[in-house]
């Protein structure tokens, strides 16, 4: 035991884990956290219970149902790999199909969800959360996962059988890219410059304040990765980008004022719950 506590990898880990700590520690107590959230006012931990316990039960059964697809599809041939070395070119072909595809999957789908009777049958449980965090992206319908998470296992699929396989390095983009991207869109912070709904190369990607403001007003930004198909049929919130910037105004508020009053004014603000 002595010897593992003394060891270099156990030490870097231990290191790893202080760092980390103290970093979400400091933020908390300057108010770092605060000054970048987008609804600094919104958490609640009756919420956050709810959205726990969703999120173990959805999450069984999502598990069970694209397991079960995926299993069936892999089993019969109906999904493989291409797994030959292939061009980055190639590669980013295969990615970005599946990017601009996927993203116009979910707009048009998601908006068929917030009509009834659907909203109520699916949708509805999702939107319990008017203030997204990071648990907010599982605490789903279990058919609602289905009809996302179902895209890639699709997506796939019909690669395979139209005789154009996506890569295995394609693949290895796209298969975590849905997560990753709903946990971004939830995280409830704002963390990309002012000018990124401004620039004409970066305005086209949703934003975590983006998505925030779908749960936050319920009809508007509904995509998932860009903001190209809310720009086209008009259901992009047109205070979306005015809100946007009150945000970057009050992050650098918080970044010219001294350590010392940053600390002071965060201990200051009334508890969130």
């Not at 299993?71 to 041939?77: E, F, I, K």
């Not at 990615?95 to 595809?101: D, E, G, K």
Request: glycine content about 8%; proline content about 4%; overall charge positive.
């Amino acid at each position: 035991m002595i010897r593992m506590i003394l060891s270099g990898q156990w030490l870097m880990h231990l290191w790893l884990i202080g760092f980390v700590a103290s970093t979400i520690l400091i933020g908390i107590l300057t108010g770092f956290f605060r000054a970048h959230k987008v609804q600094p006012k919104g958490f609640k931990w009756k919420q956050l219970a709810f959205e726990v316990v969703v999120a173990i039960i959805g999450g069984y059964f999502t598990g069970l149902l694209l397991g079960t697809t995926n299993r069936y599809l892999n089993a019969h041939g109906l999904i493989i790999f291409d797994s030959r070395p292939v061009g980055w070119w190639r590669i980013a072909i295969e990615y970005v199909a599946y990017f601009l595809l996927f993203d116009t999957w979910f707009y048009w789908l998601h908006r068929w969800m917030h009509k009834e009777p659907f909203y109520r049958l699916i949708h509805k449980l999702h939107h319990k959360s008017t203030s997204p965090n990071l648990l907010t992206t599982v605490s789903v319908n279990p058919l609602e996962s289905f009809i996302n998470g179902g895209f890639v296992p699709l997506f796939l699929t019909v690669t395979t059988v139209s005789g154009l396989p996506i890569s295995t390095a394609a693949a290895v983009l796209i298969l975590p890219t849905n997560i990753i991207m709903g946990l971004y869109v939830h995280a409830g912070y704002e963390f990309f410059p002012r000018w990124w709904h401004k620039s004409w190369a970066t305005k086209w990607f949703i934003t975590t304040t983006f998505h925030d403001q779908h749960h936050k007003y319920f009809n508007w930004n509904f995509g998932g990765y860009t903001t190209i198909w809310d720009r086209l049929c008009g259901t992009m919130r047109k205070r979306f980008e005015s809100d946007y910037d009150m945000i970057c105004d009050r992050r650098a508020e918080w970044w010219r004022r001294p350590w010392i009053e940053r600390r002071a004014v965060a201990q200051a603000e009334p508890h969130e719950g």
